[in-house]
């Protein structure tokens, strides 16, 4: 039996409304003999979770930011944290009635954990589907030994698109975008868009459903594999065009 | 006190006119224009008078100017109302090169006259709120700064090289790298641009990003831009997050509006209600003058901000970061 299992950070996941017919479990232990294929089955990323899956045979959905050497032969599907979320899907769709954007692109997070790059370089696979082929970046970064840190990417996507990334590692998640195009100007942050509003609670989390997961997840291959690298060592301080 | 004003080719000399008018014991003497009609309609507006003749118009017995001419020309006016002892306020930015500003700080030290430069958004009370914090530690020490100027085409000289220097990366960075200066107490060492154009079909600059690092290791980015058109809901903005160790703020020196929407082109609008900060740099430069002390925003602050500018353009144009 193949079981469709998707690794995620569960605080981000809304499971309201979902198509899927989904089970949250907390180990592959707990799937036990009842599991069965019309079921997604959902789990904490977490490194035992995932080897515990490394030979299964299961259709595995990880992040990217999961993806590591000794998992990416294996067949596996990987998401893009950013892709799933609907903000960034209707972004997409305005950008994109352009044949070729030209405009200035911010994009800022504020996140938990940096991920050793991880997050940058698949946020850098994402924009560049939408935005073009880099022909130039310069990253930026603030002293490690200060908290909290910071982190400037300066893009040239080409043909008059310019980009400036930024992460700051903090004790809040929070995403903010600008497009500055052509006669059109987007503006999202994702502070301001909370549809409740809590006392006088100020963080938020942003979410993304399992069914944004499978629609946007792509079966890892070499092709992919090679472009994350190319983004990876361009962080890294890389050559370019 | 006596004033004069020296060219109203420069949007904010009628809100310094304004601020002028609004000041008790400070009276607008005279108004020193080459455009004729442009001059001639400020006078009356202003209630004083006209002069198309500049060495007419410093032989007035007037203790101060304020100087709102095409960037190209504030070399010469500097010079001539210096050399005629009289203290100035300058638009910024203060020159078009580095050399002229240097040449207009000496003489105006040799005359023994005040030379500030016009960045009101030092007068911008959340602005200068966030400056308190800074200083009282609220913030810890600072790591980092994300800034924005962005806002409409001007047009006019403005998009013409060799009157402006440059186009909306020249306009819009000046401000923002004073007020990192400002802020910090240091001095930008590299700076990293990319600058194009693309809002407008025209001839100079009208977007840019920079990437910003300071002697101390703080890092900066900053959005320059005419990306704002006519029907979108402000007319631009002035933005800077400081991020600290202990906290990070964000101020928004135009966030203070009513929202208006109606059945027109423009359905959105928003209605600033903050204080004046033009205003608060013309009161600030008069009491300057009649103290006799250092401005508050002086020659060299121009002269700094100016330098940052000028490198994002040698930045954008050799594709490599500029070390100052």
Same mark, same amino acid.
């Given at each position: 039996m193949i079981l469709k299992i998707v690794f995620a950070s569960i605080e981000k996941l809304d499971f309201r409304n979902a198509f899927e017919n989904l089970t949250l479990v907390e180990s592959i232990e707990q799937l036990g003999n009842s599991a069965n294929e019309d079921t997604t089955y959902v789990l904490a990323a977490v490194e035992d979770q995932l080897k515990a899956v490394e030979d299964s045979g299961h259709e595995i959905y990880i992040p990217s930011t999961g993806l590591t050497a000794d998992n990416q032969s294996l067949g596996w599907h990987v998401y893009f944290d950013l892709e799933n979320y609907?903000?960034?899907?209707?972004? +997409?769709?305005?950008?994109?009635?352009?044949?070729?954007?030209?405009?200035?692109?911010?994009?800022?997070?504020?996140?938990?954990?940096?991920?050793?790059?991880?997050?940058?370089?698949?946020?850098?696979?994402?924009?560049?589907?939408?935005?073009?082929?880099?022909?130039?970046?310069?990253?930026?970064?603030?002293?490690?030994?200060?908290?909290?840190?910071?982190?400037?990417?300066?893009?040239?996507?080409?043909?008059?698109?310019?980009?400036?990334?930024?992460?700051?590692?903090?004790?809040?998640?929070?995403?903010?975008?600008?497009?500055?195009?052509? +006669?059109?100007?987007?503006?999202?942050?994702?502070?301001?868009?909370?549809?409740?509003?809590?006392?006088?609670?100020?963080?938020?989390?942003?979410?993304?459903?399992?069914?944004?997961?499978?629609?946007?997840?792509?079966?890892?291959?070499?092709?992919?594999?090679?472009?994350?690298?190319?983004?990876?060592?361009?962080?890294?301080?890389?050559?370019?065009? | 006190m006596k004033v004069g004003m020296m060219s109203f080719a420069h949007m904010h000399a009628y809100s310094y006119a304004d601020g002028i008018k609004r000041l008790p014991n400070v009276e607008l003497v005279g108004i020193f224009d080459e455009n004729v009609e442009r001059g001639q309609e400020a006078a009356k507006t202003y209630n004083t008078v006209h002069f198309s003749d500049q060495a007419e118009f410093l032989e007035l017995e007037m203790d101060?100017?304020?100087?709102?001419?095409?960037?190209?020309?504030?070399?010469?006016?500097?010079?001539?109302?210096?050399?005629?002892?009289k203290h100035?306020?300058?638009?910024?930015?203060?020159?078009?090169?580095?050399?002229?500003?240097?040449?207009?700080?000496?003489?105006?030290?040799?005359?023994?006259?005040? /030379?500030?430069?016009?960045?009101?958004?030092?007068?911008?009370?959340?602005i200068q709120q966030v400056k308190q914090m800074i200083d009282k530690g609220e913030l810890g020490d600072i790591i980092a700064f994300r800034t924005t100027n962005r806002g409409q085409n001007p047009g006019g000289w403005f998009i013409?090289?060799?009157?402006?220097?440059?186009?909306?990366? /020249?306009?819009?960075?000046?401000?923002?790298?004073?007020?990192?200066?400002?802020?910090?107490?240091?001095?930008?060492?590299?700076?990293?641009?990319?600058?194009?154009?693309?809002?407008?079909?025209?001839?100079?600059?009208?977007?840019?990003?920079?990437?910003?690092?300071?002697?101390?290791?703080?890092?900066?980015?900053?959005?320059?831009?005419?990306?704002?058109f006519?029907?979108?809901?402000?007319?631009?903005?002035?933005?800077?997050?400081?991020?600290?160790?202990?906290?990070?703020?964000?101020?928004?020196?135009?966030?203070?509006?009513?929202?208006?929407?109606?059945?027109?082109?423009?359905?959105?609008e928003h209605v600033f209600y903050g204080n004046d900060m033009d205003f608060g740099l013309i009161h600030d430069f008069i009491n300057c003058v009649k103290e006799g002390r250092e401005p508050s925003v002086t020659g060299y602050d121009g002269l700094k901000s100016l330098e940052v500018s000028l490198a994002a353009y040698e930045s954008s144009k050799l594709k490599k970061p500029i070390r100052l």
């Amino acid at each position: 039996m193949i079981l469709k299992i998707v690794f995620a950070s569960i605080e981000k996941l809304d499971f309201r409304n979902a198509f899927e017919n989904l089970t949250l479990v907390e180990s592959i232990e707990q799937l036990g003999n009842s599991a069965n294929e019309d079921t997604t089955y959902v789990l904490a990323a977490v490194e035992d979770q995932l080897k515990a899956v490394e030979d299964s045979g299961h259709e595995i959905y990880i992040p990217s930011t999961g993806l590591t050497a000794d998992n990416q032969s294996l067949g596996w599907h990987v998401y893009f944290d950013l892709e799933n979320y609907p903000f960034y899907q209707k972004v +997409k769709e305005v950008i994109g009635k352009e044949d070729k954007p030209k405009g200035v692109f911010r994009f800022r997070r504020i996140v938990n954990q940096y991920a050793n790059n991880l997050l940058l370089t698949g946020d850098l696979y994402v924009l560049s589907s939408l935005l073009g082929e880099l022909q130039g970046i310069q990253v930026k970064q603030t002293n490690q030994i200060m908290i909290p840190e910071h982190t400037i990417v300066l893009m040239d996507f080409g043909g008059g698109t310019m980009a400036h990334i930024e992460y700051t590692v903090a004790e809040q998640e929070r995403i903010e975008l600008e497009w500055s195009g052509i +006669k059109t100007i987007i503006e999202f942050d994702s502070d301001q868009m909370r549809p409740i509003q809590q006392g006088s609670r100020t963080s938020s989390q942003i979410s993304y459903s399992v069914d944004a997961i499978l629609a946007s997840a792509q079966k890892v291959d070499q092709e992919l594999v090679t472009r994350l690298k190319y983004f990876s060592n361009l962080i890294n301080g890389g050559a370019h065009s | 006190m006596k004033v004069g004003m020296m060219s109203f080719a420069h949007m904010h000399a009628y809100s310094y006119a304004d601020g002028i008018k609004r000041l008790p014991n400070v009276e607008l003497v005279g108004i020193f224009d080459e455009n004729v009609e442009r001059g001639q309609e400020a006078a009356k507006t202003y209630n004083t008078v006209h002069f198309s003749d500049q060495a007419e118009f410093l032989e007035l017995e007037m203790d101060a100017v304020i100087i709102c001419s095409e960037n190209n020309r504030h070399k010469e006016m500097v010079v001539n109302a210096a050399k005629a002892k009289k203290h100035i306020l300058c638009e910024k930015p203060i020159a078009t090169n580095l050399s002229d500003a240097n040449e207009m700080i000496q003489v105006c030290k040799d005359n023994a006259v005040i /030379l500030q430069i016009a960045y009101p958004v030092r007068f911008s009370s959340p602005i200068q709120q966030v400056k308190q914090m800074i200083d009282k530690g609220e913030l810890g020490d600072i790591i980092a700064f994300r800034t924005t100027n962005r806002g409409q085409n001007p047009g006019g000289w403005f998009i013409d090289e060799e009157q402006s220097g440059g186009g909306a990366v /020249l306009d819009h960075t000046v401000h923002m790298v004073d007020i990192m200066r400002w802020y910090l107490n240091e001095e930008v060492t590299e700076v990293m641009a990319i600058i194009d154009s693309y809002f407008h079909d025209i001839a100079i600059d009208d977007a840019g990003l920079l990437t910003l690092e300071f002697e101390n290791g703080v890092i900066a980015s900053h959005d320059a831009s005419w990306s704002r058109f006519t029907e979108y809901p402000t007319w631009g903005d002035v933005t800077i997050e400081v991020i600290g160790t202990k906290q990070t703020v964000k101020v928004d020196a135009f966030k203070e509006h009513i929202r208006t929407f109606s059945s027109g082109e423009k359905s959105l609008e928003h209605v600033f209600y903050g204080n004046d900060m033009d205003f608060g740099l013309i009161h600030d430069f008069i009491n300057c003058v009649k103290e006799g002390r250092e401005p508050s925003v002086t020659g060299y602050d121009g002269l700094k901000s100016l330098e940052v500018s000028l490198a994002a353009y040698e930045s954008s144009k050799l594709k490599k970061p500029i070390r100052l």
